[in-house]
């Protein structure tokens, strides 16, 4: 018996700190790896913005707490514009 399985492609976000008078914005914030409810894998407890696909997040912005980190995709999508630019 065959079985078919759907690659759901992974998603990230950034927490959102919109609601927040004065939101901390002197540093770049992590994106994180979401779950399959919307929450951020590492179980970080926050608003999150709005998904994006997780391969378009560079490596420096990657969370690197233990329930995110695993997920990454290994590719960064600046290697892919770096050599695109170099042919």
Request: proline share 7%.
């Amino acid at each position: 018996m065959a079985t078919t399985e759907t690659q759901v492609e992974l998603q990230a976000a950034f927490r959102d700190a919109s609601f927040w008078r004065k939101p901390d914005t002197r540093f770049a914030k992590m994106a994180h790896v979401l779950r399959a409810d919307g929450t951020p894998a590492c179980g970080l407890n926050a608003i999150m913005g709005d998904p994006e696909p997780a391969e378009g997040v560079q490596v420096v912005l990657r969370c690197k707490r233990a329930g995110c980190r695993e997920k990454w995709p290994t590719t960064d999508p600046e290697d892919r514009a770096y050599f695109c630019q170099s042919e």
